[in-house]
Nanobody, 126 residues
Framework: QVRLVESGGGLVQAGDSLRLSCAAS????????LGWFRQAPEKEREFVAA????????RYADSVKGRCTISRDNAQNTLYLQMNSLKPEDSAVYYC???????????????????WGQGTQVSVSS
């Protein structure tokens, strides 16, 4: 099991930047995948970005491509999400998730991830 603790959320204005962090502990392996998801009120949880823990391959949702960068610090067991040019529609609770999968495809469905953090709120005002 992996324990995940997010931080870095807050209230910002449209166009601002934020960096979310996720401190991970427990059973993280070279082949693990870590991802960021978000959930706005009355909406389903949606994929934002994912990264393979060992190699560092990345995958992004179309809605954030070019504005967000997912990265990890293996030595510190920390996952990051740098978000630039934030928009009001980016407002949501952001969750960090971890999973161990077979194959090289970075998964985007929330149900496929086993471990989750408690979430951090991001609010973007117009």
């Amino acid at each position: 099991q992996v324990r995940l603790v997010e931080s870095g959320g807050g209230l910002v204005q449209a166009g601002d930047s934020l960096r979310l962090s996720c401190a991970a502990s427990g059973r993280i392996f070279f082949a693990s995948t870590l991802g960021w998801f978000r959930q706005a009120p009355e909406k389903e949880r949606e994929f934002v970005a994912a990264i393979s823990w060992g190699v560092g391959r990345t995958r992004y949702a179309d809605s954030v491509k070019g504005r967000c960068t997912i990265s990890r610090d293996n030595a510190q067991n920390t996952l990051y999400l740098q978000m630039n040019s934030l928009k009001p529609e980016d407002s949501a609770v952001y969750y960090c998730a971890a999973g161990n999968f077979v194959g090289v495809e970075l998964r985007t469905m929330p149900d496929e991830y086993r471990d989750w953090g408690q979430g951090t709120q991001v609010s973007v005002s117009s």
